[in-house]
């Protein structure tokens, strides 16, 4: 399971960023280094022991923040940690979270399942908007309804992907009420069943989005501009698999067109209101 990073380098959001100083994206550039490196650590393990890697990286954060780091990343880091504030749950929680999926943990209940997003989705967004400057209890409520929001078009998204590494993030009482069990969903079986289940996912992140758009438009409006571009692009991408009636053997993704014109759409409306 992809978290919710953005190698803004690399990605259809890139335009936005450029709204920041050379040194803030700078510095989101090393943070989702980080992300993108523990990300592939679970998901596209080498030979070297996945778990080790993950010990390596915490230990590392700890030197990081006692400026005794000894990647150059970690390096790196620790000037962004010094220069925007950034504190160590925002690389701790997203090495717990990448844990939890070497580890299968799986999910009873959508609160349940809050705990996985929190630490895979929210904290980056945290991390994201410290180094924006943008903090406070409304920065705190656009990471968790934007983070969630994302994670959860990830999870609706990549089921078959997921069932293939042997990963279920489906909540067991979803799975129960609409009688899928684990192994149906890990077999590709009872679609239509599954499918259910997804439309339930698909409504909480819905609601999601709609709770980051009301926090966004409470915010500086530039500032908001690479929240705008990430959460129209997701919802345009969750409305996509919306239409297949949330039956599917392969992940739906946006073509990249499509993810430019969702991302100028969010500039227009960032820039005209």
Request: include cysteine; hydrophobic fraction near 45%.
């Amino acid at each position: 399971m992809r978290s919710a990073n953005v190698s803004y380098k690399k990605s259809s959001f890139g335009p936005a960023f450029f709204f920041l100083s050379k040194r803030r994206r700078a510095a989101l550039a090393a943070y989702y280094e980080f992300c993108r490196l523990v990300d592939d650590i679970v998901d596209e393990p080498s030979d070297n022991d996945p778990f080790k890697q993950l010990d390596f990286w915490q230990e590392e954060v700890a030197r990081i923040f006692n400026h005794t780091a000894t990647t150059e990343l970690g390096k790196q880091l620790a000037e962004v940690v010094d220069e925007f504030g950034l504190t160590p749950d925002r690389f701790l929680l997203l090495i717990e979270g990448m844990r939890a999926d070497l580890q299968g943990k799986t999910y009873d209940t959508l609160r349940a399942l809050e705990w996985y997003l929190y630490r895979v989705a929210v904290i980056v967004g945290l991390a994201t908007l410290d180094i924006m400057d943008v903090k406070g209890p409304q920065a705190e409520a656009l990471a968790k309804a934007l983070g969630g929001a994302v994670q959860l078009t990830n999870i609706i998204r990549d089921v078959p992907a997921d069932a293939n590494l042997g990963r279920i993030y489906l909540p067991q009482t979803l799975l129960t009420r609409y009688r899928v069990s684990r192994e149906d969903v890990l077999a590709g079986r009872q679609p239509k069943r599954t499918s259910r289940v997804l439309v339930q996912l698909h409504k909480t992140a819905c609601r999601l989005y709609a709770a980051a758009n009301v926090q966004m438009n409470r915010l500086p409006r530039l500032k908001m501009l690479p929240c705008r571009m990430i959460a129209c692009v997701y919802a345009k991408n969750l409305a996509k698999i919306k239409k297949t009636g949330f039956v599917f053997v392969q992940p739906i993704k946006l073509t990249k067109t499509e993810k430019v014109i969702g991302a100028f759409h969010a500039l227009l409306k960032t820039l005209v209101g």
